[in-house]
């Protein structure tokens, strides 16, 4: 198991949370294509809880292409990517994924107001064939 977490990342916590619920349960290596389809603008995120005015994408319903918070998220999970095979770990599986409101950054000059700011956190894990169902101990 290997973790990372972006803390206070410039990036909105709405458009974090519907990536995180995207990627959750994927492949490190799909997931990373998923994300740089994202930012060539091929391939939309679906939004299932914050989709109120935005519109359809080609093979899902309401859809963005949210290329800030993609950029953080690639580079997060390049991170955790890294962490696991320092460990040994190989043929990892995203197991955890979730996105946090942050504080809001404070912006100055005439032009105040806050900033957006999520915390993210990934956990990786390498997927294990040994593991036995319940069936296969009682035989």
């Known amino acids: ?78 991170s955790a990517e890294k962490n696991a095979n320092n460990k040994g770990l190989n043929d990892l599986f995203i197991t955890h994924m979730n996105a946090h409101i942050a504080a809001p950054g404070q912006r100055g000059g005439r032009t105040a107001g806050q900033a957006k700011r999520a915390h993210v956190e990934i956990v990786v894990e390498q997927k294990n064939e040994e593991k036995k169902t319940n069936r296969e101990r009682k035989k």
């Open 1 to 78: 198991m290997a973790k990372a977490k972006g803390i206070s990342l410039p990036i909105s916590h709405k458009q974090a949370r519907e990536i995180c619920h995207y990627l959750k349960s994927r492949r490190v290596e799909d997931a990373k294509r998923l994300l740089e389809r994202v930012l060539n603008m091929t391939q939309a995120v679906p939004f299932k809880r914050f989709n109120m005015d935005v519109g359809h994408k080609p093979g899902i319903a309401a859809g963005r292409y949210p290329q800030n918070a993609s950029k953080e998220i690639l580079k997060l999970i390049e």
